[in-house]
C-alpha cells in the first residue's frame, strides 16, 4: 500500500502511528540498552551509565572461562555451519530440480525440526548421545544444531535455486560440460549470495542457540550461551552485559553481511 | 498427455531444416529430445548415424541457442564464447584465435571484455551463437532465437543466420512459430500441429501446394471457399460447385471422391481481376467469378480487397500498388480470374 | 530414452540421502526413543501418562502453561497488529528499513533477549529505578521472578513472528479495496472495520496460533523469570531429566507437549491454506 493511501486508509491516523512508533521503540529498546550498560564503569547497572568503561568486556575476554566458551561456540557453529549447508544445498538442488512424487512430504520431513519444540529435541539428542557417553563433544554439540539449522539452509537455497535459470545450466550442458563442470562454473558462481548467506544463518543459529547444548554441555566444554545461563542462575553479574552485546554484535554482523550478500545476488543475474 | 507423437524426420547434412509450428505444437520437444534434454518414450534419434540414446547432453556435441539467450551473466563475453572450448581443454592461444574468429562472424569484435547486462537483446543472441558455434558442431539447434527482438532486428538477423549457416555448411535444426521466418530462412520445413507432422518440403513446395487445409492456412494466407466435387477431370483434377453455384477447377491435395465435399484454397495474389494482363496469361482454363468489392484495405505496398461471392463466399484479393494500377472501387462489381493449378482442394473438416 | 530419466530421478534421491539420514539418525531416532521410553518401564504401561493427569501438580503445570501461553497470545496480538498495520501501509522501501527493528531482535539469542529483560526490571532494575526517581511508586514493583515477568519477557521474544506473520498478510490486501469503500461513502472507521481488518483476518488466526504453539513449548524465558509457582511444561521437563532423573515421566511430559503442538500445527496449516481462497477472491 503506498504511503499516500496510509492516512486515508486507517483509522486512528496520528494516534495509530504513535502506537507503532512506541512498541517499535519497546523492541529494539532492551537491545541497545543493554549494549550500552555494557559500557557502564559502575558496579551495578544503571541506565544511563554514570561513566562509560571497558571493565566488563576487560573481564569478559580476561576470564579463561568466558574465553574458552566463545571458542567452544565457534567451533560448534563453524561445524555445524559445515555440515548443514552442506546437506541443505543438495536437499534443495533435488528437491528444486527433482520430479517425484513425493517431494512436498520429504519438504516436509525436511522442515519438521521447525515445527517440534526444540527442549523436547535437546532431551531426545540428550537420550542419544549419553547411550554413546558423548555428551560434552564438541562434535556431538554441532550434530545436534545441524538438525535445526537444515530447516533454515534448506528454505534459504531452495529460494536461491528457484531464482536461478535452469537454462543457463542446460546451456553449459549443451556446450559440452559435465554436471559436475556446470554446478560448479556455472550454478555455484551464481547462487553464492545465498549460498553464503545460508551459511551465515547456519552459524548464527548454532551460536545463538541454548537449549541442545544446555543438554549435551561438559563441565569443561561450555558454549557461551549455556555459560551465561549457569551464571544467571547463580547471579546477575553485569560482566554477563558485555557477553551479551557480543552476542548481539555477531547477530547484527551476521545480518549485515546477509542483507549486503542479496544485494550484490541481485546484480549479477540478469 | 501426448507432446509428440509419430515424429519421422531425415535432415540432410548442411541444410537449415525448420520446424515449425503454433505452440503446443512439439516442436521445442522434439528439439528437445535432439539435444538430449527431453527423453523419447519410443523411438531413437541418430546423428551421423550415431545412436544418440545412450548420451547425456554434454556428450552429444551439438550446439544450441536459446530463446533467452542463456548467456551466462557472471562471465564476460569473451569468457562465454571461450566456455566450450575451456572446457574441450584446447589450448589458450588456439582459444583466442577461435574465439577471435566466431565473434568476428557475428559481428560483435571489440566487446570481449563486456558483460551481458551491458549488452542488447540482439547483441547477447549474437553472443549466444557464437559460443555455440566456436566449438564446430555439426549440428546448430535453435530454438526461437529471434523470438524476443522487435521486428526489423530480427528480419535482419535472418537474413545473417542464413548466410552464416551456408558458410559454415552447418546443418541447422530451427524451430520458430513465424512463418514468414521460416519461408525465408529454410531449405526444407516440417510443419507441425498438435503433436505431429502435417508437411515436410521446401518452402516453395509448402506454400504452392499445401497437402492439408492447416498448412494452406497456417502458411501465408489463403481464401477458403466450400464446395462439392462434382467430376474428376483426370490426374487429380477436378470440377466443383461451390454453394451458390459457382463452378471452378481445382487440384485435389489428397485423393478426393466424387460428391464428397470440400474447402478449396486460393491464395489472394493468386486472384487477377479479368481485365488486367496478367489474367489473359493464365489461358483459356482459367476459373472466373464475378463479386462486388466490400472493403478496400490499405496495407501500403499494396490493397487487399474483400470481395463478396455472393452465396459462394468472400475472398480477398491484393492488389499491389503499382503506376497504372486500376484499382477498384468500393461498391464496383469485378470479375476475378485464376488458375486451376492455384486451386488446391481439401476435404472439408466439420467446424 | 527412460532410463535417463530413471537416472535423473535416483541421482536427486542420492542427494537428499545425506540430509535425510542425517535427520532420520539425529532427530527421528531420538524422538521415537522419546515415546518409546514414555511408555516402557519394566513392561509396556501408561503409568506416566496417568502420572500426569491424575496428579494435580502437573495438571496445574499445564494449566499455568496454556494460562501464560494465552495471554502472551493476546499481548502479542494487541501489539503486534497495530505495529503490523502502520508498517503495510507504508512505502515498501520505508517498511523494509522499519522491518530491521523488527528483525534484529528476531535473530538476537533468547537468553540475551531475555537477560535483558531481567536487566530491566529487576527490584534495582533500570524499569524500578525511573519509576522510583519519577515518583510513580515508593518500593520497587516487582516485575521479576512472576507471572508479570514471564509475560512480558515471552511477549518481547514472541513478538515478532506475530508482526511478521500479520505483516505479510496485509501487504497482500489490495490497497484498492479500501479506496473503493471510500469512493461508496465509507468513513476511515467503517473502511477499515469492514474491508481491511476481515481481509487481515487470516493473518490475525496464523500469528495467534503460531504464537500459542511456540509460547506452550517455551522453556529459557519463563525459567529465568519466573517464580516457583510459575512452572511450565518445558520447565517441568527439564527438571525431570536434568535433576529428579524421572527420564520416562519426562518423555510422557514431551510427547503430550510434541502431541499438542502438532494438532496446533494442523490447525494452523488449515488457516494458511484458507488463506490462499482469501487471497484468491481479493
Not at chain 1, 21 to 44: E, H, M, T, W
Not at chain 1, 205 to 221: N, Q
Request: positive net charge; charged residues 15%.
Amino acid at each position: 500500500m503506498m504511503g499516500l493511501e496510509g492516512q486515508r486508509s486507517g483509522p486512528g491516523g496520528v494516534a495509530v502511528t504513535a502506537l507503532a512508533v512506541a512498541i517499535l521503540v519497546f523492541l529494539i529498546a532492551p537491545v541497545v540498552i543493554i549494549v550500552i550498560v555494557s559500557f557502564s564503569g559502575a558496579d551495578y547497572l544503571t541506565f544511563p551509565p554514570p561513566y562509560l568503561s571497558l571493565r566488563w568486556y576487560q573481564r569478559f575476554l580476561g576470564t579463561p572461562s568466558w574465553r574458552q566458551a566463545i571458542g567452544v561456540s565457534t567451533q560448534v557453529a563453524l561445524l555445524t555451519m559445515v555440515f548443514a549447508t552442506t546437506l541443505g544445498l543438495l536437499a534443495a538442488l533435488a528437491l528444486v530440480r527433482g520430479r517425484f512424487r513425493a517431494k512436498g512430504a520429504i519438504y516436509a520431513v525436511l522442515l519438521s525440526p521447525m515445527i517440534v519444540p526444540t527442549i523436547i529435541t535437546a532431551i531426545g539428542l540428550y537420550f542419544f548421545f549419553v547411550r554413546l557417553k558423548a555428551t560434552g563433544s564438541i562434535l556431538a554439540m554441532a550434530l545436534g544444531h545441524t538438525v535445526l539449522a537444515l530447516p533454515v539452509v534448506v528454505i534459504i537455497m531452495a529460494a536461491a535455486l528457484q531464482g536461478f535459470d535452469m537454462r543457463l545450466e542446460q546451456a553449459a550442458l549443451s556446450l559440452g560440460a559435465s554436471r559436475l563442470t556446470a554446478l560448479r562454473r556455472i550454478t555455484l558462481p551464481l547462487i553464492l549470495p545465498g549460498l553464503l548467506s545460508a551459511a551465515l544463518f547456519a552459524f548464527l543459529t548454532s551460536f545463538d542457540e541454548l537449549l541442545i547444548p544446555l543438554f549435551l554441555s561438559g563441565v569443561e566444554v561450555q558454549t557461551l550461551t549455556v555459560r551465561i545461563w549457569n551464571s544467571l542462575i547463580l547471579e546477575v553479574d553485569p560482566t554477563i552485559a558485555a557477553v551479551s552485546s557480543f552476542l548481539i554484535g555477531v547477530t547484527t554482523v551476521v545480518l549485515g553481511a546477509s542483507a549486503f550478500l542479496r544485494g550484490r545476488g541481485e546484480t549479477t543475474t540478469t | 498427455m501426448v507432446a509428440v507423437r509419430d515424429v519421422s524426420l531425415t535432415i540432410a547434412p548442411g541444410s537449415f531444416f525448420t520446424l515449425l509450428g503454433p505452440s503446443g505444437s512439439g516442436k521445442t520437444t522434439t528439439l528437445m529430445m535432439v539435444a538430449g534434454f527431453a527423453y523419447p518414450t519410443r523411438g531413437e534419434v541418430f546423428v551421423d548415424g550415431k545412436p544418440m540414446a545412450a548420451l547425456p547432453p554434454q556428450k552429444r556435441d551439438l550446439g544450441m541457442v536459446f530463446q533467452s539467450y542463456a548467456v551466462f551473466p557472471h562471465l564476460t563475453v569473451f569468457d562465454n564464447v571461450a566456455f566450450p572450448l575451456q572446457i574441450r581443454k584446447t589450448s589458450r592461444l588456439e582459444i583466442l584465435h577461435r574465439v577471435g574468429a566466431a565473434l568476428e562472424l557475428v559481428r560483435l569484435t571489440g566487446y570481449e571484455q563486456r558483460l551481458p547486462r551491458q549488452l542488447s537483446g540482439g547483441e547477447q543472441q549474437r553472443v549466444a551463437l557464437a559460443r555455440a558455434l566456436v566449438f564446430r558442431p555439426r549440428v546448430l539447434l535453435m530454438d526461437e532465437p529471434l523470438g524476443a527482438l522487435d521486428k526489423k532486428l530480427r528480419t535482419h538477423m535472418q537474413l545473417e543466420l542464413k548466410h552464416i549457416q551456408q558458410h559454415l555448411h552447418v546443418t541447422v535444426i530451427y524451430v520458430t512459430h513465424d512463418q514468414e521466418e521460416a519461408l525465408t530462412m529454410s531449405d526444407c520445413v516440417a510443419v507441425m500441429q498438435g503433436g505431429g507432422i502435417e508437411q515436410v518440403g521446401p518452402p516453395a513446395e509448402l506454400y504452392d501446394r499445401p497437402a492439408s487445409r492447416f498448412v494452406a492456412d497456417f502458411l501465408g494466407e489463403s481464401n477458403f471457399l466450400d464446395a462439392v466435387a462434382v467430376s474428376a477431370n483426370g490426374e487429380g483434377r477436378w470440377r466443383c460447385r461451390a454453394a451458390g453455384g459457382l463452378e471452378f477447377y481445382g487440384v485435389g491435395a489428397v485423393p478426393i471422391e466424387a460428391g464428397q465435399p470440400i474447402t478449396a484454397a486460393v491464395r489472394p495474389e493468386k486472384l487477377v481481376q479479368a481485365e488486367d494482363a496478367g489474367a489473359a496469361a493464365l489461358g483459356p482454363g482459367a476459373n472466373t467469378c464475378k463479386g462486388l468489392v466490400e472493403e478496400a484495405i490499405y496495407v501500403g505496398d499494396a490493397t487487399r480487397y474483400r470481395v463478396g461471392l455472393g452465396a459462394d463466399g468472400t475472398v480477398t484479393i491484393k492488389v499491389p500498388n503499382r503506376v497504372g494500377a486500376r484499382p477498384p472501387a468500393t461498391g464496383a462489381a469485378v470479375v476475378l480470374a485464376w488458375s486451376p493449378e492455384d486451386t488446391r482442394l481439401f476435404p472439408r473438416v466439420a467446424a | 530414452m527412460r532410463s535417463m530419466e530413471g537416472r535423473e530421478t535416483r541421482r536427486h534421491l542420492l542427494l537428499l540421502l545425506p540430509a535425510l539420514l542425517v535427520l532420520a539418525l539425529l532427530f527421528a531416532y531420538p524422538l521415537l526413543g522419546i515415546v518409546n521410553r514414555s511408555v516402557y518401564k519394566a513392561g509396556y504401561t501408561l503409568q506416566f501418562y496417568r502420572q500426569i493427569f491424575r496428579i494435580p501438580v502437573y495438571l496445574q503445570v499445564l494449566a499455568a502453561t496454556f494460562k501464560v501461553s494465552a495471554v502472551v497470545t493476546i499481548v502479542c496480538l494487541v501489539l503486534g497488529y497495530p505495529l503490523a498495520y502502520v508498517l503495510a501501509t507504508r512505502r515498501p522501501r520505508t517498511a523494509q528499513l522499519l522491518m530491521i527493528i523488527v528483525v534484529l531482535p528476531f535473530f538476537t539469542s533468547i537468553i540475551v533477549r531475555t537477560y535483558a529483560w531481567m536487566v530491566l526490571l529487576g527490584r534495582n532494575g533500570i524499569v524500578n529505578q525511573y519509576l522510583m526517581a519519577l515518583g510513580f511508586t515508593d518500593k520497587p514493583l516487582p516485575l521479576l521472578y512472576n507471572q508479570a515477568g514471564v509475560v512480558i519477557g515471552m511477549s518481547y521474544v514472541l513478538l515478532p513472528y506475530m508482526v511478521l506473520t500479520v505483516y505479510s498478510v496485509m501487504r497482500g490486501i489490495d490497497p484498492g479495496l479500501v479506496r473503493a469503500a471510500h469512493s461508496l461513502g465509507a468513513s476511515r472507521m467503517q473502511a477499515f472495520g469492514r474491508v481491511f481488518l476481515p481481509l487481515s483476518l487470516p493473518g490475525i488466526a496464523g500469528g495467534t496460533l503460531l504464537v500459542f504453539i511456540l509460547s506452550l513449548g517455551f522453556f529459557i524465558t519463563p525459567a529465568l523469570m519466573g517464580g516457583p509457582g510459575d512452572m511450565m511444561i518445558a520447565m517441568l521437563i527439564e527438571r525431570e531429566v536434568e535433576i529428579t532423573l524421572n527420564w520416562s515421566f519426562a518423555s510422557a511430559l514431551a510427547v503430550v507437549l510434541l502431541a499438542l503442538t502438532l494438532i496446533g500445527f494442523a490447525g494452523y496449516n488449515r488457516i494458511v491454506r484458507l488463506e490462499r481462497i482469501f487471497e484468491g477472491r481479493g
